[in-house]
């Protein structure tokens, strides 16, 4: 299988530190957020991995390269401006193939071992939820407890930006910029859209607070 990890955004939410360093490469715990993401796929057996990039990119390409060094290899999709999600995945399919894959959000932290999640099947999207985080406390979605995520009803967890996806679910897509959301709920309303509870660790590194407890937290872990 192969893995996405989105990497193209302009990080405006951790300024200052992305006005000069795009999200991805700023450090945590001594190398840089990406990486963690790296050697977490190397480590599950995923060594085909696809970026997208836009903001900065040449710092991204120059710090990865090839992806050897963290035992993967890396092919690029690079975008002249964001697609947002769905866009980006557009583009990528060239490189992603035919067949389903992990699609990862380059700004979370989770110690998730992905050979845990099930085959899609039928489904179109298997999304990773979590515990509401205090900053985000109304959570995204309803998971049954038959496994199956709905837009709407009974508690709600968070999204971790971590999924299985058909690529059938963006295919069909002009090219362009496009949200993915929009398309995953049409899923869910379809019936197509399993979920896993993930009750590790998770940190969605969406500010410089956030960035900084994450490296303290990884730094006393030794």
Not at 12 to 27: E, Q
Not at 77 to 96: D, F, I, N
């Amino acid at each position: 299988m192969k893995a996405m990890i989105l990497a193209a955004g302009l990080g405006t939410r951790m300024r200052p530190l992305t006005d000069h360093c795009p999200k991805p490469l700023l450090p945590v715990a001594g190398k840089p957020l990406i990486v963690h993401h790296l050697e977490r796929l190397a480590a599950a057996g995923i060594e085909e991995v696809v970026i997208n990039v836009s903001y900065r990119a040449e710092q991204i390409l120059q710090a990865l390269g090839d992806g050897a060094a963290f035992g993967v290899s890396i092919a690029w999709s690079r975008e002249a401006e964001p697609l947002e999600t769905g866009g980006g995945l557009r583009q990528a399919l060239p490189l992603l193939g035919q067949a389903p894959f992990l699609l990862v959000n380059g700004d979370v932290w989770c110690d998730l071992d992905p050979r845990g999640l099930p085959a899609l099947g039928r489904d179109l999207a298997h999304l990773v939820l979590v515990d509401n985080p205090d900053h985000h406390p109304d959570g995204d979605f309803h998971l049954t407890a038959a496994g199956r995520v709905q837009a709407n009803g009974g508690p709600r967890l968070t999204f971790a930006g971590i999924s299985l996806l058909d690529p059938a679910l963006v295919a069909s897509q002009a090219p362009g910029a496009f949200p993915l959301a929009p398309l995953l709920r049409q899923a869910m309303a379809a019936g197509r859209v399993g979920g896993t509870h993930h009750r590790g660790g998770w940190v969605d590194v969406g500010t410089p607070q956030r960035l900084a407890e994450l490296d303290q937290a990884l730094r006393s872990r030794g």
